[in-house]
């Protein structure tokens, strides 16, 4: 079936410092990803949709210019958080889709992040 | 948007009874509601789905129904067992891939020995 490596699973980062996610789909490509926040004990929420090639889509009160999404090729997306605080510290999860194959919601093993 | 409800919040039951989590979804354009698994440090695993067309799914111990008029879907698990325990989500997307699931708050499932 289909896989999503997510890398790493956890990092911790200083203050000021960025921090880079990434999510490789193995066995498919992927057209669609979407990265998701979880806060402890809350629900994932989604941060942005991005398409292999475009630019991403941030939902509301997500800052694009914090949060860097790249999904230059089919097979890889990154989230890199920039200028990292303590509050940027949660679990952060992809999901890739291959609308071509029908594949749907394959999500990722989810990165913890803290920033101390 | 869709706004997805979740109840319970947390559900605790003897080992070898049965637990039923429900949903419900705003968006009549919804039409796909899958079950996501979540343990501790993990991403979320699916463990079932349903879609539109469909009224009740199952699979071994895991069953799903799904009311459309009603706008709302169920997860029931049988024969629980102490590796059931987790956190389970409801999702509801309107179409399987290209938009994104918008997910319930979770249920914390505590199946006690």
């Known amino acids: 079936g289909a896989v999503v490596s997510q890398h790493p699973s956890r990092v911790i980062c200083k203050s000021g410092t960025s921090v880079k996610i990434e999510c490789r789909s193995l066995?498919?490509?992927?057209?669609?990803m979407f990265w998701y926040r979880q806060f402890p004990k809350q629900s994932l929420m989604l941060m942005a949709t991005?398409?292999?090639?475009?630019?991403?889509?941030?939902e509301q009160g997500v800052e694009k210019d914090k949060f860097l999404i790249n999904h230059a090729s089919l097979t890889l997306s990154t989230l890199t958080v920039t200028s990292a605080h303590p509050e940027d510290s949660s679990f952060y999860i992809c999901?890739?889709?291959?609308?071509?194959?029908?594949?749907?919601?394959?999500f990722g093993s989810g990165t913890r992040l803290t920033v101390v | 948007g869709e706004n997805v409800e979740q109840h319970p919040s947390t559900l605790s039951v003897q080992e070898g009874d049965s637990a039923v989590i429900k949903c419900t979804y705003s968006?009549?354009?919804?039409?796909?509601f899958p079950w996501y698994k979540q343990e501790l440090g993990k991403g979320p695993q699916l463990i079932i789905d349903?879609?539109?067309?469909?009224g009740e799914k199952k699979d071994q111990r895991i069953a799903v129904t799904l009311n459309k008029t009603a706008k709302h879907f169920s997860l029931h698990i049988t024969e629980t067992q102490p590796e059931d325990s987790a956190v389970y989500f409801c999702?509801?997307?309107?179409?399987?891939?290209?938009?994104?699931?918008?997910f319930g708050k979770g249920t914390r499932l505590s199946v006690i020995a």
């Open positions: 999901s890739a889709t291959d609308l071509r194959t029908g594949y749907g919601y394959t």
């Open positions: 066995d498919f490509q992927a057209t669609t």
């Open positions: 991005s398409n292999e090639g475009s630019k991403a889509t941030y």
């Open positions: 968006d009549s354009a919804s039409n796909y």
């Open positions: 349903i879609r539109s067309n469909v």
């Open positions: 999702a509801a997307s309107k179409n399987s891939g290209n938009t994104p699931l918008v």
